[in-house]
């Protein structure tokens, strides 16, 4: 398909953004992109981290918690919180569709390093038992939404039920081996079972494991599915409230002051 | 490359005019504006690295049984040591920045200078984002993995002594210390006559929120439960409160624009005046 000519107004507005961008400042350096990428990793990983941990985490934590039921609604609304805020903020700063994934390898990085140092090395689990999932994969689909749709409305629709299916399709890879059938102590379990029953666990005892309750057992195969869909719709939830910490949180209050006297 | 400034020396400032080299030195250069980043994020890290090795050492060994005296000995004595030595550290630090805030908010400044105090609040913010990483992910993980493999029979444990009495306070420290240095160093958005900025009222309530919120974590995991289950409710106002601490993307947005401001300002008087230097910021 040929490319349609650019209008003489489209190539001035061009020039001058052209110019704008090659503009020499005396102190406005490359410096301070570095300085806030790099610094800005911390916080929003720690963010990430801690909305996952303490909405999702004990289905994140070990693989045995890893069901069909739980795991697929509550970590796509605890996962896609700060992605979110994230894409408003890049987006509203740069037009980069990168929020999502730059918080997703954020995220990545600050789980295998908790997992890493503190599950493995500290408390001594083995790392295939306490592995994090990941969130990658999923977050540059949402940022690529974005930039084809320049709509948060329908990101938000569209990418909300996709994160959900994605998060959950990414790591039921590293999960499928751990769901194999196991033959242990006269039961038919799954390896991701026997790891929890043989890596002792005294202050998470199976009244605490919340795992495929109630009569949604009874759908058989299909929960999984109910469960991603309904997943799915807290995703898009989840998404409007990164979005408030983004618009609210974020950039409102810039240049506001409480009180001026 | 930069021009020398004009600049009035102040005591315990860093001089933007020329070195012993006769090189005029930038105000964001690294050994300038960001030393403070580096000096600072390195202090941090080596807190956290000694408490993890302090940890790895002792939690198993001393840290089981809180009435034992293994435990005063290596956990209590460290309970302390924390607090006197963050104590310590806000006394000094505070002290110096309000002593020298007062003589630095009546000197005359240059640009070049403003600049190196944005760089140098961006150094204390960039410190205080390692900071929050530490208390909500890094030490989280661990306390995760401890709580919910061995009994609890104190609140002061192997992990919540490191996350909740250092690095959770260090938080407020670094996120209020920014505030104090943004107050008297860069007036032109943190001086007393424009209010008290939404971005830093966030940012601090958020760091002084979530050390409220211990409280809480403690009182229901004795009421409620004493296992641990990260998604109990009574733990979800750490992860609220957190999220008030994306007022520090408006404190690097202010900031940013006011750099656009100073470069603006500079380049009109450059092509008005090319040749004259200036005492006073904009």
């Known amino acids: ?261 | 490359m930069a021009q020398p400034q004009t600049v009035q020396r102040l005591p315990s400032e860093v001089e933007n005019g020329s070195t012993a080299t006769g090189r005029a030195r930038n105000p964001t250069d690294w050994g300038v504006g960001w030393s403070s980043l580096f000096w600072g994020s390195a202090l941090v890290m080596a807190a956290n690295i000694f408490l993890w090795f302090w940890d790895y050492e002792f939690a198993f060994s001393a840290g089981l049984n809180s009435a034992s005296h293994e435990f005063t000995l290596y956990y209590r004595t460290l309970f302390w040591g924390e607090l006197i030595t963050l104590g310590a550290f806000t006394g000094i630090w505070y002290g110096w920045l309000i002593r020298t805030g007062r003589e630095v908010a009546t000197q005359p400044f240059s640009r070049a200078e403003e600049v190196r105090r944005i760089a140098v609040l961006w150094s204390i913010i960039g410190v205080t984002s390692v900071s929050i990483y530490i208390e909500a992910s890094f030490w989280p993980n661990w306390d995760g993995a401890w709580h919910q493999t061995l009994v609890r029979d104190t609140a002061l444990t192997p992990t919540h002594i490191p996350m909740f009495y250092f690095f959770f306070p260090l938080s407020v420290v670094l996120a209020l210390g920014a505030y104090i240095y943004g107050n008297s160093r860069i007036p032109a958005l943190y001086s007393r006559d424009k209010g008290f900025p939404w971005s830093f009222f966030l940012l601090i309530s958020a760091a002084v929120l979530e050390c409220m919120e211990v409280a809480f974590n403690e009182w229901g995991h004795s009421l409620w439960i004493s296992e641990e289950f990260f998604a109990v409710p009574f733990h979800w106002p750490f992860v609220a409160y957190g999220w008030l601490a994306s007022g520090m993307f408006a404190v690097w947005g202010e900031t940013i624009l006011r750099l656009y401001e100073i470069e603006k300002a500079e380049e009109e008087e450059n092509t008005q005046a090319p040749s004259q230097t200036h005492a006073v910021a904009d």
């Open chain 1, 1 to 261: 398909m040929a490319a349609t000519p650019l209008t003489m107004a489209e190539r001035q507005k061009r020039l001058e953004l052209r110019a704008l961008l090659q503009k020499q400042y005396k102190w406005i350096d490359r410096k301070w992109d570095l300085v806030f990428w790099i610094t800005a990793i911390f916080i929003v990983a720690g963010a990430a981290d801690i909305t996952k941990q303490l909405f999702a985490g004990d289905w994140d934590f070990w693989t045995d918690w890893k069901d069909p039921q739980w795991w697929p609604v509550i970590t796509a609304f605890a996962t896609i919180i700060i992605p979110s805020a994230l894409q408003y903020i890049q987006w509203a700063a740069w037009r980069f569709p990168t929020g999502a994934t730059y918080t997703a390898v954020c995220f990545f990085m600050a789980a295998w390093v908790g997992r890493y140092f503190q599950w493995h090395v500290a408390e001594s689990y083995p790392l295939n038992f306490v592995w994090p999932i990941s969130t990658v994969g999923a977050a540059i689909i949402l940022d690529w939404l974005l930039m084809k749709t320049r709509s948060f409305i329908l990101t938000s629709l569209i990418g909300g039920p996709i994160w959900a299916f994605l998060v959950w399709g990414f790591n039921y890879i590293p999960l499928a081996p751990f769901l194999q059938p196991a033959h242990f102590m006269n039961h038919v379990l799954t390896v991701a079972d026997v790891q929890g029953i043989v890596y002792i666990r005294s202050q998470t005892p199976e009244y605490l494991r919340h795992i495929e309750r109630g009569a949604l057992r009874s759908f058989l195969g299909e929960t999984q599915y109910v469960s991603l869909v309904f997943g799915g719709t807290l995703a898009v939830l989840g998404y409007w409230i990164g979005q408030f910490i983004g618009r609210y949180l974020a950039v409102w209050p810039i240049r506001r002051y409480i009180k001026t006297v």
